[in-house]
T-cell receptor, first 117, second 115 residues
Framework: AQTVTQSQPEMSVQEAETVTLSCTYD???????LFWYKQPPSRQMILVIRQEAYKQQNATENRFSVNFQKAAKSFSLKISDSQLGDAAMYFC??????????????FGKGITLSVRP | DAGVTQSPTHLIKTRGQQVTLRCSPK?????VSWYQQALGQGPQFIFQYYEEEERQRGNFPDRFSGHQFPNYSSELNVNALLLGDSALYLCATNWFRGAGTDTQYFGPGTRLTVL
């Protein structure tokens, strides 16, 4: 079974600064997907970024980028130029590739990010 | 483009009662997954529906059951409610065969409180 670990329960960043959120996972599979989701107080789970394990290039989406280290099973999220609206709970999630569309997401416990003005 | 919708937003029940939660998928999506999120925790997978059948199930008791309708909408039913069933219930949808089937999109959730 796959597991996802987010060991930092809380992080804080100054507005306009950069912050990195850590995530490690455990799997015996070679192909899979990794995700970062953001959940603000409104509760809506919003996709931030996605990484395919078979791609060596790290995914980027505007101010958000990942550092994907497959051998180390590490998947960290970097938020550049932090904004007040980035304050939320962030979840790292794993999805198997081989089971096709019928595949559950396995989530970590999440990290609460606060942004100081 | 209509996103994933869930109803109701909040619900309060007492122990032993039964509850039904509803989910309408994002336009073009035909697969529905349900997750339970306890306060301060990550979501836990309950089950997934495609073509009106339960395709995959997480580690949840039989008190949790579901249904998918021909229009792809889905219901989650919980019988004999326990205090520990208090949580945010999230619905996520995706298109089984299309590009981007790997990405699930979430609804706003239903907050269930069991007293």
């Amino acid at each position: 079974a796959q597991t996802v670990t987010q060991s930092q329960p809380e992080m804080s960043v100054q507005e306009a600064e950069t912050v990195t959120l850590s995530c490690t996972y455990d799997t015996s599979e070679s192909d899979y997907y990794l995700f970062w989701y953001k959940q603000p107080p409104s509760r809506q789970m919003i996709l931030v970024i996605r990484q395919e394990a078979y791609k060596q290039q790290n995914a980027t989406e505007n101010r958000f980028s990942v550092n994907f280290q497959k051998a180390a099973k590490s998947f960290s999220l970097k938020i550049s130029d932090s904004q007040l609206g980035d304050a939320a709970m962030y979840f790292c999630a794993y999805r198997s590739f081989y089971t096709g569309a019928n595949s559950k997401l396995t989530f970590g416990k999440g990290i609460t990010l606060s942004v100081r003005p | 483009d209509a996103g994933v919708t869930q109803s109701p937003t909040h619900l309060i029940k007492t122990r032993g009662q039964q509850v039904t939660l509803r989910c309408s998928p994002k336009s073009g999506h035909d697969t529905v997954s349900w997750y339970q999120q306890a306060l301060g925790q990550g979501p836990q997978f309950i089950f997934q529906y495609y073509e009106e059948e339960e395709r995959q199930r997480g580690n949840f008791p039989d008190r949790f059951s579901g249904h998918q309708f021909p229009n792809y909408s889905s219901e989650l039913n919980v019988n004999a409610l326990l205090l520990g069933d208090s949580a945010l219930y999230l619905c996520a949808t995706n298109w089984f065969r299309g590009a981007g089937t790997d990405t699930q999109y979430f609804g706003p959730g239903t907050r269930l409180t069991v007293l």
